[in-house]
């Protein structure tokens, strides 16, 4: 059996674990009274952020947008809902371009380790983060994410490479670069923009980023998402929401990789980014203006 092929069995068998934790761990909490009924918003903005994300748009951008302007969940809640929510829809992205793209297995295997070690640790600090400490954090995010977006669109980004792996002292560059990365997306910056322009910088070919990126963030967000499991930092509802919706999109999305368009898409979604980035960030000081009242 390929090397390949045994890291996507494993990654099915982790999902699998993943969601017998999730279920078994809210079903020992659950009340009687309790609605475990999916916010039907929640499927719309899960659906429409899954179907770009496997575009390579990027899906926790989209969602956050989302998730202020209908109010889907608190915002104190929206980076635990994000991770535990879409893990399956990242493992069927990361299934599919990890089986139909060539990748050299070990660059692969050492950046999806490095993210899986940075979301771990990572999710136990913002597990415990206070409402404004996630707006500040989130609408940061948000403005470098615009910010990655404008790079990528304006094509001043790196010259693309052709390598389809790394070794030596690059290899070392990325795994860093890696677990930083797998940190932050625990507060709900995305994995796929930084990620990309790494990939591009390094020297490797951007069509590896697929595979790179999808297969290290389904490997690590279960790692991270069961710290937010335990502390209950994030909204039930709206991640079952996620969990239904987020996979359908992606199985009628990828087939369409080559055939759509995406400029304005991305226009739309960068206006949709920076108001949100701007919203998160008043809403924060407003936070802080009434603790001190």
């Known amino acids: 059996m390929e090397p390949k092929t045994i890291l996507?069995?494993?990654?099915?068998?982790?999902?699998?674990?993943?969601?017998?934790?999730?279920?078994?761990?809210?079903?020992?909490?659950?009340?009687?009274?309790?609605?475990?009924?999916?916010?039907?918003?929640?499927?719309?903005?899960?659906?429409?952020?899954?179907?770009?994300?496997?575009?390579?748009?990027g899906s926790y951008a989209t969602t956050t947008s989302m998730s202020k302007l209908w109010k889907l969940m608190p915002d104190e809640k929206i980076p635990g809902t994000l991770n535990v929510g879409y893990v399956l829809a990242t493992v069927v992205q990361a299934v599919i371009f990890m089986t139909i793209i060539e990748v050299d297995f070990t660059t692969l295997v050492c950046i999806i380790g490095a993210a899986v070690a940075g979301a771990f640790l990572g999710a136990g600090i913002v597990s415990d983060f206070s409402r404004r400490q996630v707006q500040v954090g989130m609408g940061t995010a948000l403005l470098v994410a615009s910010a990655l977006m404008v790079l990528s669109m304006s094509g001043r980004g790196p010259a693309p490479g052709v390598a389809l792996g790394l070794t030596g002292a690059k290899l070392g560059i990325a795994i860093v670069i890696s677990f930083v990365l797998g940190s932050l997306m625990m507060l709900g910056i995305g994995f796929y923009g930084p990620c990309l322009i790494m990939i591009s910088l390094l020297g490797m070919d951007p069509r590896v980023s697929y595979p790179i990126m999808m297969g290290a963030c389904a490997f690590l967000m279960p790692s991270g998402s069961i710290q937010f499991i335990r502390k209950r930092s994030y909204d039930l509802r709206t991640a079952?929401?996620?969990?239904?919706?987020?996979?359908?999109?992606?199985?009628?999305?990828?087939?369409?990789?080559?055939?759509?368009?995406?400029?304005?898409?991305?226009?739309?979604?960068?206006?949709?980014?920076?108001?949100?980035?701007?919203?998160?960030?008043l809403s924060a000081s407003q936070e802080r203006a009434q603790t001190k009242a």
């Open 8 to 57: 996507i069995a494993l990654l099915v068998v982790i999902a699998i674990a993943y969601h017998a934790f999730w279920y078994l761990t809210e079903r020992r909490r659950a009340h009687p009274d309790s609605s475990l009924k999916p916010k039907g918003a929640a499927l719309g903005a899960a659906f429409v952020a899954n179907f770009f994300d496997t575009l390579g748009i």
């Open 240 to 281: 079952i929401a996620f969990l239904i919706a987020g996979p359908l999109a992606v199985l009628i999305a990828a087939p369409l990789v080559d055939t759509i368009p995406l400029f304005y898409l991305r226009i739309l979604v960068l206006v949709v980014v920076l108001y949100t980035a701007v919203r998160m960030l």
